[in-house]
Every structure is written in C-alpha cells, then in structure tokens.
C-alpha cells in the first residue's frame, strides 16, 4: 500500500489495469490521416489519444528566427479543453509550453536540420484525450509524422514513460498512478544508438530504482519503435504509390 | 508501380567503401544509414545509396517549374517570391527570393523590365539555377505573366492581343511578357 493509503499492486505484481510492472498499454499508430499536413500521424496509448502534424520544411515566419545554417524546429503541443475531466482553459500555458520545447529538441537531435538552412518544420501535437504521459505519446506521434512527411532524420524517436507508483518501479504510468505513486520518469531515446534525447523526472526515487525505470523505458521504446515503423509500412502499403 | 518501403530512417543500408551516401541517406563512421523511409536503390554506375521516398519535401531543382509572385522591378532584373511548384501541393523549403535576369524574361530584346513585368503580377517561371542564388526563366511561350491585376482598380487585366492585357474598367492597356494560357489560371 502506497503512503496514502492507495494499493496500485496487489500481491501478485498486478497493477489496476491489470497490467505487470513491465508491460506498457496497448498502442495503436495510424500514419497519414490528415489530409492537408505535409506528414500526420494518430496515436492511442491506452486511454491518450493524440494527432501530430507536420508541416514543411518551409519558410520560417518570423524571419527574425531563421537560422542560415540550418532549419528549426518550431513545435506546439496543445491541450483540447476537453481532454482532461476538468474543462482546461484552452491555449499555451507553462506547462505545454514546456512541453513543446523539449519535444521540439529531443527531435532537433535527430532531424537532419542542416540539409534546410533558413527553413522551419512545423509540429503540431493536439491532445485530445490525456490519461498521462502524454508528453510520450505526443513525441512518438510526432517523429511518426516527421517520417511520414519524408523529412530526412537519423531515426524515429519511441518515448515511454517509467516511475514509482506504491512503492513498485512501473513501465508507463496511467492517471492513478500519476497522481498517486512517487515518481514519474519520462524518456526518449534514439533506438539504433540507445542515446537519451528527452529524460525528465519528478517525484524521488532512489538511484537503484532509477536504473531500474530506465531500463525499463529503454527496452519499451524498442517495442514501441517497432509499432512506429510498422505504422508507416501499413500507410504505404495500403494504398500503393506511384 | 506500387513501391515496396523497404527501409525505415536509421537502418544500415551499404557501408562507404562500396556506396556513398545519397539522397535520403547519411553516413557515419564509414556505414550508409537511410535518412528516410522508402525504397533503397542502390546505384552500381555512380556507387551511391539512395533512398526514394513516396512524400519527398519540396525542394527546389534546376529543370521545376514554379509560380512566383513578382516583388521589385530593377534596371537589369526583376525580383519575385517563389510561392508554389508545379506538381506538388507542398509549400517550398528553402530559398524562396528569386531573380529573373533582363535576358532570361522574353525571346525578343526587353528595353526596359517594367514592360514586360510589374510588381504583383503571378508568373509561371522555370527554375534555371539554385546556387549561388535561385534564378528564374521565361522566355518559353508557357511562361511569363499567368494573372495580373490593374495597377489602378485591381481588376484582373484581360489579354488582348500577343504580350498586350488591357483593364475593362480603366481601358487602360499594358504590354507584358505573357504565358500563352494567360487567364485561364485558376488560383486556389
């Protein structure tokens, strides 16, 4: 039992979803769905629910922040005021402006920026349904919108999230566990290297249970890779282009 | 032709002793790594790992056509912003500032650019170079002015007769170096 009272694993080692410490929940990626994005992809992560956009490469507006050696990365992540169970005043706030900057730096690692000199490539990450660790699935759906725009990149980033929830090191935390458990580790990695690209924490932990979370978000990022390149297969596959 | 996406950014696709990286490819310590996701070709006359990828950006080449809107008359060139390519409805990454050179305008001897020419005027243009600077063609008999508005009422100006447009309301006429299906450009 949690400190306050609250047991989010029972004896067996099973969480209230049902879910085993090292399991994520299941994760549907749709590649291609808007109609007039340069590249898009729609993303369900248990209950989250996210759409990226990707626009560009283009000129970038205002051109005070061009940058002529290479491209920049603008994103904006956005919360639907519907999204949470309390109505959230729609528009930026700390939080997703925040959000939007580590985002858009976790991809400016592996975008090949310097093949667009003065040019902006534009992500938009709407939030339509939050259940925690949006932050995750809003970078996974974006670096599969990033792809499918064809814009030249080392790799697809994966983003998961680890933490402590009740005393127990878990994979992927859901909303109980969030706002009742102890920590909450959000990670991006780049998988052919395994080089960290996004690492947050809040919440303690000790360093024994840190290297456990990361470990554990290391080896979910690969399975969630393999689910962002099969996104992608099935885009074009489907169809069959010219 | 349906393609088969057979590699995915980040996969090791040749190493640099036998192909060099290309387009949609990229190299580190000696391997080839795809850039982007499509079909790899590897290319044995050049010795080149290229990716073709079904959504490539729009980048400007030498050889595309391209719309441009023209923003400053000088004594020896005009200047014009690219603002879309034919074939694509991607918006263009990169430069975008063009110039049109006073002998790349029209087949015949231009006087003056202000003839052939005026600021706002849409024009169909082939992309003749990139680097140093992007500079713009028109001299064939499908590029040149594809719209253009009166300098005075902002009416859509009428083709009257070869290189000559005319404002109905103002009766005013103009020559310009015009593209043969002048008007019938729709704008969306």
């Known amino acids: ?242 | 032709m349906k393609q088969i996406i057979d590699v995915f950014p980040g996969d090791e696709v040749a190493v640099e002793e036998e192909y060099m990286a290309s387009e949609g490819t990229y190299a580190v310590d000696g391997k080839v790594y795809a850039a982007q996701f499509g079909r790899l070709v590897l290319d044995d006359d050049e010795y080149v790992a290229k990716v073709v990828t079904p959504n490539p950006p729009n980048v400007l080449k030498e050889g595309d056509i391209v719309y441009a809107v023209i923003a400053g008359i000088r004594n020896t060139m005009a200047t014009a912003d690219v603002i879309a390519t034919e074939g694509t409805a991607r918006q263009v990454g990169g430069e975008t500032y063009a110039t049109i050179h006073v002998s790349k305008i029209s087949p015949d001897y231009t006087e003056d650019v202000g003839n052939e020419f005026r600021v706002g005027d849409l024009v169909r243009a082939r992309v003749i170079s990139i680097s140093p600077s992007l500079q713009l063609f028109t001299k064939d008999a499908n590029l040149g002015v594809v719209r253009s508005l009166c300098g005075t009422c902002k009416d859509v100006m009428v083709k009257t007769g070869k290189n000559k447009i005319r404002c109905e309301r103002c009766n005013y006429s103009m020559s310009r170096k015009l593209a043969d299906d002048y008007g019938d450009v729709v704008c969306e």
Request: hydrophobic content about 40%.
């Open chain 1, 1 to 242: 039992m949690s400190e306050n009272g609250i047991t989010m694993v029972d004896e067996n080692g099973m969480r209230l979803d049902g879910r085993t410490a090292e399991e994520h929940r299941p994760i549907k990626i749709e590649a291609g769905v808007l109609k007039n994005a340069d590249g898009s992809a729609y993303l369900e992560i248990g209950k989250n629910k996210v759409l990226a956009a990707v626009y560009g490469p283009r000129e970038c507006h205002p051109r005070h922040m061009q940058n002529p050696t290479r491209a920049i990365i603008q994103c904006k992540y956005n919360m639907q005021a519907y999204s949470v169970g309390d109505r959230k005043r729609p528009g930026t706030d700390r939080r997703s402006t925040e959000i939007s900057k580590i985002i858009s730096e976790a991809l400016e690692n592996v975008v090949l920026t310097e093949l667009y000199p003065r040019a902006s490539i534009d992500v938009y990450i709407e939030i339509l349904q939050a259940n925690a660790g949006t932050r995750c699935a809003g970078l996974t759906a974006a670096s599969v919108a990033l792809a499918d725009a064809g814009i030249p990149m080392r790799d697809i980033i994966p983003a998961i999230a680890s933490g402590k929830a009740d005393g127990h090191v878990l994979l992927d935390l859901n909303k109980e566990e969030d706002n009742f458990g102890e920590a909450d580790v959000p990670m991006a990695i780049v998988p052919g290297t395994d080089e960290i690209v996004l690492l947050q924490m809040d919440g303690h932990m000790t360093r024994e249970e840190f290297d456990r979370a990361i470990e554990m978000g290391v080896a979910a990022c690969h399975e969630v890779s393999d689910i962002q390149k099969d996104a992608l297969r099935r885009r074009y596959s489907a169809e069959g282009c010219e």
